[in-house]
């Protein structure tokens, strides 16, 4: 399926999260990219597919999810970095690392949703290596971002990440740590 926008729906409710999903794929063309139970008795459900299709998915999730619906949004262009870093893929071999890691940036937040559209908001804004997003899984359904880089430019990019997450008053923190041991990226990756 063709379409570079993706919808994400986080729910408060797994019996819920299930009749959003079936009614999403039998109302819009989109593709399901992940659909499951996180963790706090969560369900999130990511949907790939043209603009239109998406916002439309997103529209039934709410409708259908009603009460229990978290966090929803729409990414209209979604940076193609965001899929491998949530799949937990990476390519960063710290045993044959060809160049130093000066900085790394580590935002967590309050819902999945926020974590996805606040990596999208920064590698968007610099030149950086989005290592992972990760989604509520043995984090009391929270979610966070670490990205590797510059720290000039990792200063920059996080301030757009940052002011999405308050937006919503989902941000929980976040940290830039200058050249990071070894033993946290191994952590981290």
Known sequence: ???????????????????VQDEVLKTANVEK????TICSGKYLMIVRGNVADVEIAIRVAAD????????VTTIPNVDPRVFPAIAGATTL???KKEKAIGAMLIIETFSVVSAIKAAD???????????????AMAVGGKGFIVITGDIGALESAVQPALEYIKQDGMLCGYVII???????LKELI
Request: aromatic share 8%; glycine share 8%.
């Open 33 to 36: 990219v992940i659909a499951r």
């Open 121 to 135: 908001f920064a590698v968007k804004e610099a030149d950086l290596d989005l290592l992972r997003i990760h989604l």
């Open 1 to 19: 399926m063709a379409g570079n926008a993706i919808g994400i729906i986080e729910l408060a409710s797994i019996y819920k999260g299930y009749a």
């Open 178 to 184: 200058k050249n990071p041991h070894d033993e946290v």
């Open 93 to 95: 071999q710290l045993d």
């Open 64 to 71: 259908v999810g009603g009460f229990s619906v978290v966090n």
